[in-house]
């Protein structure tokens, strides 16, 4: 069964839904979030961890470093099965997560609204997209944890949990991964193309 979530979203629509899910599904769900979704979580009615809380780092101004640390990418990446992990998750303190819900900053409608060009490189979103990566691959190397990227699934999500006494089948977890893959996949191509344009001075 599910026991533990990272939650860290730029688009906080539906979370009541999500987490309404998760705690009736184990009421002793653990969340690790970060800034601005923490507080959110929290209005919502529910507990979570902050991520600087957890890692023993604050979180760099304006939230530029949030999630990019070995406490939270080892709990995903690393398989408790395998010995020589188990053991590097113990002696380093690390948790594993069983679900990543995470929804990058607006890099795209920044653009389209014709910000100036600090707010669109700040909208470039570095640790959303590396936790969303981590998270499909862990989902494919051991298959203890998923990535959620789009608030449209999560009623789903919560359904398929629902059905698998809290847990995903492969065939979920290899289509998130899928998800998660493509999602970043277009995300930085939009990046690519306005640095594009950008370098010949349109």
Known sequence: MIK????????????????????????EMEILSSGGTAER????????????????????????VK?????VHGGLLLDEDRVSERDYLKKEGIKTFGLVVCNLYPFEETVEKGKSRRNIIESIDIGGPTLIRSAAKGALRHGKTAPVIEPEDYGEIVEKLK???????RETRDYLAYKAFRHTCNYDQK????????????
Not at 163 to 169: H, I, K, M, V
Request: charged share 30%.
């Open 4 to 27: 533990s979530a990272i939650i860290s979203v730029s688009d906080k629509n539906r979370l009541d839904e999500l987490l309404d899910g998760l705690f009736e599904i184990n009421p």
């Open 41 to 64: 979580i929290r209005e919502l009615g529910y507990e979570a961890t902050e991520v600087s809380t957890y890692t023993g780092f604050p979180e760099a101004p304006g939230g530029l």
């Open 67 to 71: 999630t990019l640390h070995p406490k």
């Open 163 to 169: 059905e698998n006494d809290g847990t995903l089948t």
């Open 191 to 202: 990046i690519r193309n306005w640095t594009e344009k950008m370098s010949r001075g349109e």
